[in-house]
């Protein structure tokens, strides 16, 4: 299944900020980067597309995160399960 | 460790390192030649080229990966200025856009009612027919996804070889009102400033536009400054909260179509209050009105008259008319008034799609003229568009029925006479009447000879009227229905136009083929083909040669330069004519380099110069005008009129509006009445009417519903209500509602305090959906300089359905 990149922006409340970090830590299938200013790099690995969805929904849901962008996607997978339908 | 694991490490380490890379900012230079690579291989055997995004207008740039003839990943690019490295939901997936497992893969043609397929030579031979029985009564309909050559060659083919100009794009129903905005204002179409206004702006403006949801990237930037804790305010004048309201310091709700009296009121208050920029506008700027009759250029008023006539628009006047409190209209005088902020404008369909389009336009412009908050960075009217190549290719390259490339008129001469000598055609081969605008063109094809009907045949590249056009069933059905009219459609899935198609011609799309494309602030961009199209589909522009090449070989006069030679000729490096009609050879010459390089002598007359073909090659594209340095080198322009960064600026001179339709280097202040649209709320048909696009999907859809998660994660069209007029109506959400028009009928799940909020009285519908067609029932009125037609308001009456169906 995909695997993603994206840059959470996160907002500027310490508290909230901290707490995002520890939430994004402690998560299976996402790898934390390093924080430049408020932009959080990670990378996303998930089983199924229900669970990326499902992981991007809760991304977007927590607290301190002010936004999400998407920078790269990988669908190989795709081709190789057969022609996305 | 398996094989399969030590793949997926090395894609979590590529995803992190992009997200890292675009994390920390990294910004591609402007300057041409600083050496980075064009295209990479990474470890996993993925080959990595650039090009624009296949979508919206704002023209991100994003890193296709492909691996065995396959597009298997997308990266933003972090070296585009226009993105930084990152993509929004739509950009992602644009990949998958090319692998629905519908792809049309073969020509067809309907015989006893069924397409059927046939071959590529029947094909074309079918189309040469259709042009033979009367060249005059043929017409082309492209878009702004048209790539720049493409659409060059369609102009070509029909301006320059079957001297007919119905030729018109989408673009009509998207941007014209801009362009006759911008050139009633400055004498020439496009905007002064660019994306870097985004990054300088104090106050953001959204005039009826939603980029948090249409044009997400660039929203993006104005959040995240806010993030990095810089002060931007943000202010959105629209119809209803929609999800770029969610950020806003102030949401001004005004009533649909009072937008014009908002602008004169600022205006007005610009005046009484006197923080106008008496200096600037007594330097730069005329004042200017409504001729009679109506004409684009409009006639002179002095001052005082202008000042006269804003004085009805008081704080108070214009609350009566848009709703919006007069503290508000204040507060909006006040912010343009002052001198120690930059305030940008943006605006996109809700001020084009208008039946006072231009006039809209024009205000938006004189506001900011009049203010001063022009020309420096940070300081700008932009106008935003909806398709990756309506400024490149509908407006720079002219694909409309009364254009030429380069900013030039059929009606005129001259303009004429420069087409005929770049294309090597006898004088007199340009038609001087112009053609058909969109409206025009769907009409005349929809109606039957015997009355007047006199287009006989369309060819649809690139876009989907049968969903697109407004009130479909008067501009587009009754012509499907007529054995004597014929359709055919280039396209890459079936579509509702292709549903009425007589004939269909597979196309390649995106990276199956070269391109160019020419993005909102004025960036052109250049890409490679990377994989090969599906089946027997070919390149839209190599289906115009094929058919040109037909023509001339059955001896048709328009398909011959005054030499005799064909219209098309491509030469290669040895000068020996390459047979590019034949799909089998269309590669061996790059036919988008001879064309571009054919265009760009088109580029100079009004300041619009493109670089090579060879240096966009090497970059994310340029802004023109694209100058060429004593170095050699190619210097993009980023700051239109403004001396310290416009090279066409006279010397001496701080600003200079070198294309002034006054001929006297000044931009033209207007003045525009607000008056009453042409269909409104009534006891028959109580509310409001609006239609637009949502965040997942992209124009029609007809390309992002092929894709599994933007499908999955808005699976179809609804009706957006207010609680109040659906407890009014007794309409529960999910419920099925019935919209009805003076043209149309149309059953719908209700949303109610769903994604956007409409207020009462107001209902939106988003029309990506091809079984819901909502332009069934929009207007089909439209501005009458821009000839654009209203999709954003029309009035409606609607009633619960007894069946009910639960929102997917």
């Not at chain 2, 490490?9 to 041409?32: C, D, H, I, M, R």
């Not at chain 2, 290719?393 to 087409?419: F, I, N, S």
């Not at chain 2, 160019?516 to 089946?535: D, I």
Request: hydrophobic share 35%.
């Amino acid at each position: 299944m995909p695997v993603l990149g994206a840059v959470i922006h996160l907002g500027s409340d310490p508290l909230d900020r901290n707490e995002t970090l520890d939430w994004l830590s402690s998560m299976p299938g996402v790898t934390v980067g390093a924080t430049t200013d408020n932009r959080l790099p990670v990378a996303l690995s998930s089983d199924s597309r229900a669970e990326d969805k499902a992981l991007w929904t809760a991304l977007s849901a927590l607290p301190g995160v002010s936004h999400l962008q998407l920078c790269f996607a990988d669908f190989s997978d795709l081709h190789e399960e057969g022609t996305p339908s | 460790m398996s094989a399969q694991h030590d793949r997926r490490e090395f894609l979590k380490l590529s995803a992190l390192a992009a997200a890292t890379t675009a994390a920390t900012g990294a910004q591609a230079s402007p300057v041409v030649g600083i050496g980075e690579s064009r295209k990479r291989r990474t470890a996993d055997g993925v080959e990595w080229d650039k090009a624009p995004c296949r979508f919206c207008g704002t023209g991100c740039h994003v890193q296709v990966g492909t691996k065995a003839g396959k597009v298997v990943a997308i990266a933003g690019d972090e070296l585009a200025d226009v993105n930084k490295g990152l993509l929004c939901v739509k950009g992602y997936h644009v990949g998958l856009a090319l692998y629905g497992e519908d792809r049309l893969t073969k020509p067809l043609l309907r015989k006893n009612g069924k397409l059927v397929p046939i071959s590529w030579d029947e094909a074309i031979s079918v189309v040469a027919d259709r042009v033979m029985k009367d060249p005059k009564g043929f017409a082309f309909y492209g878009s702004g996804q048209w790539t720049i050559p493409e659409g060059y060659a369609a102009q070509k083919f029909m301006k320059g070889g079957l001297s007919c100009n119905h030729i018109d794009p989408n673009a009509r129903l998207c941007m014209a009102s801009a362009v006759t905005g911008f050139i009633a204002t400055y004498g020439v179409d496009e905007p002064a400033g660019c994306y870097a206004d985004l990054d300088a702006a104090d106050v953001v403006i959204l005039w009826g536009n939603n980029p948090a949801e249409m044009h997400p990237i660039l929203f993006s930037r104005i959040i995240d400054r806010r993030s990095r804790g810089e002060t931007v305010k943000l202010i959105d004048i629209g119809t209803r909260r929609t999800r770029s309201t969610a950020h806003a310091d102030h949401y001004l709700q005004f009533e649909p179509h009072s937008d014009l009296a908002i602008a004169n009121g600022i205006a007005h208050l610009l005046l009484a209050n006197g923080t106008w920029d008496q200096d600037f506008v007594d330097k730069h700027c005329n004042f200017r009105k409504d001729s009679d009759p109506a004409a684009l250029k409009g006639e002179a008023m002095t001052f005082e008259d202008y000042k006269a006539a804003l004085a009805e628009y008081t704080p108070e006047r214009v609350e009566e008319i848009s709703g919006v409190p007069a503290a508000d209209i204040r507060m909006l005088g006040d912010l343009f008034g002052r001198r120690d902020i930059k305030i940008t404008s943006l605006w996109c369909m809700g001020a084009n799609q208008h039946t006072r389009g231009t006039a809209m336009n024009t205000l938006l412009h004189g506001i900011h003229l009049l203010s001063g908050h022009f020309g420096t960075p940070g300081d700008a009217p932009t106008s935003l568009t909806g398709q990756p190549s309506a400024c490149g290719t509908a407006r720079e390259v002219g694909t409309l029925a009364h254009a030429l490339p380069g900013g030039r008129l059929v009606a005129k001469d001259k303009h004429r006479a420069h087409a005929e000598e770049y294309w090597n055609v006898p004088a007199g081969r340009v038609n001087g009447k112009p053609g058909y605008h969109t409206v025009k063109m769907w009409e005349q094809w929809s109606k039957p000879e015997a009355d007047g009907g006199d287009v006989h045949t369309i060819w649809v590249q690139v876009t989907n009227p049968g969903q697109t056009l407004p009130n479909r069933d008067y501009l587009f059905s009754p012509g499907v229905r007529d054995p004597n009219k014929f359709l055919i459609v280039s396209d890459v899935y079936p579509t509702a136009t292709t549903e009425g198609a007589d004939l269909v011609l597979p196309a390649s799309m995106w990276v199956e083929k070269n391109g160019v494309f020419g993005n909102s602030e004025r960036r052109t961009q250049q890409w490679f083909k990377q994989v090969e199209p599906p089946g027997d589909a070919r390149d839209d522009c190599w289906q115009i040669i094929a058919v040109a090449r037909e023509l001339f070989e059955r001896g048709m006069e328009g398909m011959k330069d005054k030499d005799g030679g064909f219209l098309f000729s491509v030469p290669d490096a040895s000068g020996r004519e390459v047979p590019v009609w034949d799909w089998d050879r269309y590669y061996d010459v790059n036919v988008d380099k001879h064309l571009f390089e054919e265009y760009r002598q088109f580029t100079r007359l009004k300041q619009k110069d493109l670089a090579p073909y060879d240096v966009y090659v090497k970059t994310r594209g340029l802004r023109w005008p694209v100058v060429e340095q004593k170095d050699g080198s190619w210097r993009e322009t980023k700051f239109r009129f403004s001396a310290f960064d416009d090279p066409y600026v006279a010397e001496g001179k701080e600003y200079d509006f070198y294309n002034s339709t006054t001929g006297d280097g000044r931009a033209q202040i207007w003045f525009r009445p607000w008056g009453e649209p042409p269909e409104m709320p009534d006891e028959e048909y109580p509310l409001w009417l609006c239609t637009g696009r949502v965040l997942e999907h992209w124009h029609s859809g007809s390309m992002t519903r092929r894709v599994p998660q933007l499908r999955d994660a808005m699976p179809q069209a609804y009706v957006e209500l207010n609680r109040v007029d659906a407890d009014a109506l007794a309409i529960d959400n999910g419920q099925m509602v019935r919209l009805t028009t003076r043209r149309g009928t149309l059953q719908l799940p209700a949303w109610i305090d769903g994604r956007g909020a409409p207020p009462k009285g107001t209902v939106f519908v988003p029309f990506f959906d091809e079984r819901l067609l909502i332009n069934n029932l929009t207007l089909h009125l439209f501005d009458p300089f821009s000839k654009q037609p209203d999709f954003k308001k029309c009035a409606v009456k609607i009633a619960p359905v007894p069946q009910t169906a639960a929102l997917e």
